[in-house]
């Protein structure tokens, strides 16, 4: 079992960074591919980056990439979304989820374990 706890949300302007975090328990974090989702108000939740449990391969979907960036470190248990040039649409609450091994996972099906979300709001 898998425990996820993010932070690191807030509110910024646009054209702002932030970084949030995701922090897990449980064995095996090592083993374990990580994604980043977020669900604006009224909408449903979309993937926005993962990162195999190697750490060798990131993928990013189009509305955040060349802007976001995903990171983990394993010895801290830890995956990161460095967030640059914040947009208003960028406002949502973001989720860390993961999956064991998986080597590209971008649907929220995908996913076994998730965490309780970080609200980033951005502000024009």
């Known amino acids: 079992q898998v425990q996820l706890v993010e932070s690191g949300g807030g509110l910024v302007q646009a054209g702002a960074s932030l970084r949030l975090s995701c922090a897990a328990s449980g064995p095996s974090f090592g083993s374990y591919s990580m994604g980043w989702f977020r669900q604006a108000p009224g909408k449903e939740r979309v993937f926005v980056s993962f990162?195999?449990?190697?750490?060798?391969?990131?993928y990013y979907s189009d509305s955040v990439k060349g802007r976001f960036t995903m990171s983990r470190d394993n010895a801290k248990n830890t995956v990161y979304l460095q967030m640059n040039s914040l947009k208003p649409e960028d406002t949502a609450v973001y989720y860390c989820a993961a999956q064991f091994r998986s080597w590209h996972a971008v649907e929220k099906s995908d996913y076994d374990y998730w965490g309780q979300g970080t609200q980033v709001t951005v502000s024009s």
């Open positions: 990162i195999r449990w190697t750490g060798d391969y990131t």
